[in-house]
């Protein structure tokens, strides 16, 4: 009767350790790399906003690696925006999606775009603005570039290729503990602009 009991217990206990187990599995199952099977880190996806099916978890060098050939293939021009970690989404979106004190803020920008990588020989196609807080970043939007991240005294854009656009990328995501619900880069036929944002 005695060892009955215990054999009850110890097959009860299993099955609960058994079942906890299924469940954490099945949670981390959610945030497997889909390219490589790897803990994922963020999600990506083709353009801003996708519906969540559309939006692919990935490792970090999975995304990257995306992220290099989105930023390789894009032949027009944008204005990178150093991704900082406190937003939960780091997109690019078109010109046309921005409004329009935001677009000529653009085409002021980019109009300075010099012909060469500052870091390589490459041809340049992208304007990067380095930030390390989420405030100005945050109120990008509304207040445009220049009166936040570029307001500061010596801030200015820093023209670069694809590659070294995201290299730098690279190392901002590096510093970075929690990941993005949602990345992608630059895509289709008009300049825009890559920034962290919240919807
Ligand atoms: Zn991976
Ligand atoms: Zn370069």
């Keep these: 009767m005695h060892i009955r009991l215990i054999l009850l217990v110890a097959a ?34 083709k353009a801003a906003e996708s519906a969540p099916e559309h939006i692919v978890p990935l ?19 944008a204005v990178v925006i150093q991704p900082v970690a406190e937003l939960p989404c780091y997109v690019f979106r078109p010109k046309s ?54 307001a500061t005294s010596g801030a200015r854009p820093i023209s670069l290729c694809a590659r070294c656009s995201v290299q730098r990328i690279a190392r901002s995501f590096a510093g970075q503990e929690a990941g993005y619900v949602e990345v992608c880069g630059p895509r289709g036929g008009e300049d825009g602009l890559v920034t962290a944002i919240g919807y």
């Design 59 to 77: 490792c970090v060098p999975c995304l990257l690696e995306r992220l290099d050939e989105d930023y390789c293939t894009y032949d027009r021009h």
């Design 97 to 150: 999606d921005w409004d329009e004190q935001l677009r000529a803020e653009l085409d002021t920008l980019l109009a300075g775009l010099q012909n060469h990588c500052s870091s390589c020989t490459n041809p340049a196609r992208y304007l990067w603005v380095n930030a390390l807080e989420a405030g100005p970043v945050a109120k990008l939007p509304k207040m445009g570039i220049t009166h936040t991240l570029l």
């Design 12 to 45: 009860v206990i299993a099955g609960l350790g058994a079942a906890v187990l299924r469940l954490t599995r099945k949670k981390l199952e959610n945030k497997v790399c889909a390219h490589c099977g790897a803990p994922a880190m963020h999600g990506y996806s």
